[in-house]
């Protein structure tokens, strides 16, 4: 069993983000070989995309609301609603309220 405490996770910056602070929490540091675990704060307005990345990822909403746009089609998830953005698809997502979006992130690693 690996154990990281969320005050030893440390933030990261992720291409093409805005307004956001994003924390690893588990991750290769501790010798995870197929996938990574963040948390992110997204500030109102604050968002990332469109684009498409090469691994699988969900999202787990945790706090506030997250319009997430994939192919044209708008989906709001709320707090425990997750998603899964296949690798290579297209995606966009905004925090369109006033409140912090807190959300939990589930990356592949590349191969």
Same mark, same amino acid.
């Given at each position: 069993m690996k154990v990281k =405490?969320?005050? !030893?996770? &440390?933030?990261y910056e992720a291409a093409n983000h805005r307004g956001y602070t994003s924390f690893a929490l588990i991750n290769k540091a501790e010798g995870i070989k197929n996938f990574?675990?963040?948390?992110?704060?997204?500030?109102?307005?604050?968002?990332?995309?469109? !684009?498409?990345?090469?691994?699988? &990822?969900?999202?787990?909403?945790?706090a506030g609301e997250l319009t997430v746009i994939v192919?044209?089609?708008?989906?709001?998830?709320?707090?425990? !609603?997750?998603?899964?953005?296949?690798?290579?698809?297209? =995606?966009?997502?905004?925090? =369109?309220?006033n409140d912090v979006v807190t959300m939990l992130v589930a990356v592949e690693m590349p191969k």
């Amino acid at each position: 069993m690996k154990v990281k =405490r969320f005050a !030893d996770a &440390k933030t990261y910056e992720a291409a093409n983000h805005r307004g956001y602070t994003s924390f690893a929490l588990i991750n290769k540091a501790e010798g995870i070989k197929n996938f990574t675990v963040g948390l992110s704060h997204f500030l109102p307005g604050g968002g990332a995309g469109p !684009d498409a990345g090469p691994v699988e &990822k969900t999202y787990t909403i945790l706090a506030g609301e997250l319009t997430v746009i994939v192919n044209g089609v708008e989906t709001v998830l709320e707090p425990m !609603d997750s998603c899964y953005i296949a690798a290579g698809e297209t =995606r966009e997502i905004i925090n =369109r309220g006033n409140d912090v979006v807190t959300m939990l992130v589930a990356v592949e690693m590349p191969k």
